[in-house]
């Protein structure tokens, strides 16, 4: 009997010595889905592109081939859905075409007309360009006659209010502080307090694997990615949100601002969740 991708992978773990909490410890691939892909029960994960990828960090893990694993097992593997746009036929009639001859025609006859006139329209352009010019020079030379000795003390006024107008219109930060409350099972809880928004979440991964993050505001989701090493997920919080709530792939290694805010994740922590409440 031919054995199914989650008993292959459960066999080499096994044979590996490794338990699933051991592999969830190397994966960062929380338990819940390293057992679900064991049991080929994929419809418990998060989507075809997570269970991919999922698969073949096991599949490496425990000393498989991941991509020939994927490949000799595709049928039993969720297949992520590729939207294609048909192709519209676009089809020109007699009708149409004796139109667009007889526009053409028409745009030939008023072309030509131009190209007729064309150097005299030119000679009139130049001719007015030089009048203006000179009307310019005159008007110039009777200002400067009649300007009042004050223009250098305007001038400074309208500097010194220029100076004030940019000084008093530095933006007020997003958030003013985050501070850790509790730990609660896998997640973490935080207090916000925000001045203004909309709001910026972002997580920066520097984790040596893609990681899985998803932002949610007051639970409607407004970010959800996979970000490479070094790469950020950003989630733009609306106003009137009370709580926000992030969930992880595996525990996140790298860096979460909020409204540009670090939060302080607590040393050990292996939490794939967090709450966020607004004041």
């Known amino acids: 009997m031919t054995q199914t ?8 773990r096994q044979l590996k010595g490794y338990t699933l909490d051991d592999l969830q410890q190397i994966t960062k691939i929380q338990k819940r889905y ?12 998060p989507g075809a592109f997570y269970t991919r990828a999922f698969i073949k960090q096991i599949a490496d893990t425990v000393g498989l081939d991941g991509a020939a694993l994927l490949e000799e097992h595709a049928s039993e593997i969720p297949q992520a859905v590729v ?22 025609s028409k745009w030939s006859s008023v072309s030509n007309t131009l190209k007729n006139y064309f150097p005299t329209i030119l000679l009139g352009m130049f001719i007015v360009a030089i009048i203006f010019a000179i009307g ?17 003390a305007t001038t400074q006024t309208a500097v010194a209010a220029e100076t004030t107008v940019a000084t008093t219109t530095t933006a007020a930060p997003e958030v003013t502080s985050v501070t850790y409350s509790y730990a609660n099972g896998n997640a973490l809880y935080y207090i916000a307090k925000v001045s203004k928004f909309p709001l910026d979440v972002k997580v920066l991964n520097q984790a040596r694997n893609a990681l899985w993050a998803q932002i949610s505001a007051d639970g409607k989701v407004v970010a959800d990615g996979v970000p ?19 969930d992880f792939g595996y525990t996140p290694l790298g860096t979460i601002t909020v409204g540009g805010v670090e939060l302080t994740i607590p040393e050990g ?11």
């Open 5 to 12: 991708i989650g008993e292959i992978l459960k066999s080499a």
């Open 269 to 279: 922590s292996t939490a794939t969740r967090i709450y966020i409440t607004i004041q």
């Open 136 to 152: 310019q020079a005159v008007f110039s030379n009777r200002a400067q006659r009649n300007t009042p000795v004050t223009t250098q």
């Open 228 to 246: 490479a090493t070094n790469q950020t997920v950003t989630g733009s919080i609306p106003e009137g949100t009370t709580t926000i709530r992030m």
């Open 83 to 104: 939207k294609t746009t048909p192709s519209t036929t676009y089809t020109t009639t007699s009708s149409n075409r004796s139109r667009l001859n007889k526009n053409k």
């Open 34 to 45: 390293l057992i679900a892909i064991e049991d080929n029960d994929f419809d418990l994960m």
